[in-house]
């Protein structure tokens, strides 16, 4: 079975440091990969996805993941994080041809001032 | 309306008794999917809906558990004799057919209290 793992339960940064969130996932293909931002009173919202391609994915307020076959990771970066990132993260996966997704635990961020 | 809205968006209930909770996704989405998310965990699936195609169940929890969708509107998902282990925030979320090449939008979900 497809399992996501998200080894951070909680991180904090300060303001306009760097920041990376880790995920790794199990599955012997390579799955579709996605990234969810969850704010305080906010349903889900998407970041970014992989498909295919490049590896490095663009997405939305600045962020950024790259998807590392060899490592069976999707890590999420942004170089430099604001106070309105705080928030939960979600990665998910979702097998090839499967329209469920799969999320990890969810990794907390902590903005410090 | 704009975005996935669910109803009620709180709801606290005594055990044994039956809960329903209802979706309404954006229009013209034709993919629907309910998910759990307990404190604290990530979401789990429970049921997915594609136009008229027969639902994915696979990820309802029990017997307890179930959902209809009429047509591409609304869906209700009903909890029957809930338990306290049924407490979690139920998520809705719809997408124009299926996730790939579609996003998924989310609901702000159903926070459930079982007492």
């Known amino acids: 079975a497809q399992s996501v793992t998200q080894p951070d339960i909680h991180i904090t940064v300060s303001e306009g440091a760097s920041l990376e969130l880790r995920c790794n996932y199990s599955y012997g293909a390579t799955p579709y990969l996605f990234w969810y931002v969850q704010s305080p009173g906010q349903g889900l919202q998407l970041l970014l996805k992989?498909?295919?391609?490049?590896?490095l994915v663009q997405g939305i307020k600045g962020f950024e993941a790259e998807f590392k076959r060899s490592q069976s990771s999707f890590n999420l970066r942004k170089p430099s994080v604001h106070w309105s990132d705080a928030a939960e993260y979600f990665c998910a996966v979702a097998k090839q041809g499967a329209q469920k997704l799969v999320f990890g635990q969810g990794t907390r961020l902590t903005i410090n001032p | 309306g704009a975005g996935v809205s669910q109803s009620p968006s709180n709801k606290v209930t005594e055990k044994g008794k039956d809960v329903e909770l209802r979706c309404d996704p954006i229009s013209g989405h034709t993919a629907l999917y309910w998910y759990r998310q307990r404190l604290g965990q990530g979401l789990e699936f429970l049921i997915y809906f594609q136009g008229n195609s027969a639902p994915d169940k696979s990820g309802l929890p029990s017997d307890r558990f179930s959902a209809e969708r009429t047509g591409e509107s609304v869906s209700t998902l009903t909890i029957q004799r809930t338990q306290q282990e049924d407490s979690a925030v139920y998520l809705c979320a719809s997408s124009l057919s299926s996730i790939f090449g579609n996003t998924i939008y989310f609901g702000e979900g159903s926070w459930l209290t079982v007492v």
């Open positions: 992989y498909f295919s391609g490049d590896t």
